[in-house]
């Protein structure tokens, strides 16, 4: 997915605030769910359950700048009965500038409690497009 950085995602120093680069990583996931065909908001209506961040191990490798064309990546590595990980390594002109492992879990939404993924979504996640 391509991101632009704008200078609201600097900080004092000119360069992409740590914390953005979770930001730019949502919004990728969000899209590679959608070009799976999950909305994420139809879902979390019709099943009761959506996807919480459980653990995020992230590597700075170069910092991004104002202005810089990024592109955002979420590759699926792993899907169990209630959780996924995805890679989402982040590039600018080819070169990795960030390298992530976040962990999702599927939760109930309305007791927060961990819970299975649903088969229907089990099966776009892993559907080539």
Known sequence: MPVRVYIEDTDAGGIVYYANYLRFMERARTEWLRACGVELDEWQNEHRKLFVVRSVQIDFHSP????????????????????????????????????????????????????????????AMTREF
């Open 64 to 123: 991004a700048k104002f202005n810089d064309q990024l592109t955002v990546c979420a590759n699926l590595v792993t899907l169990k009965s209630a959780s996924v990980i995805c890679k989402q390594p982040i590039m600018r002109d080819g070169t990795l500038l960030t390298d992530a492992s976040v962990k999702l879990v599927c939760v109930n939404a309305d007791t927060l409690s961990p819970c299975g993924i649903p088969p229907e979504i089990k099966e």
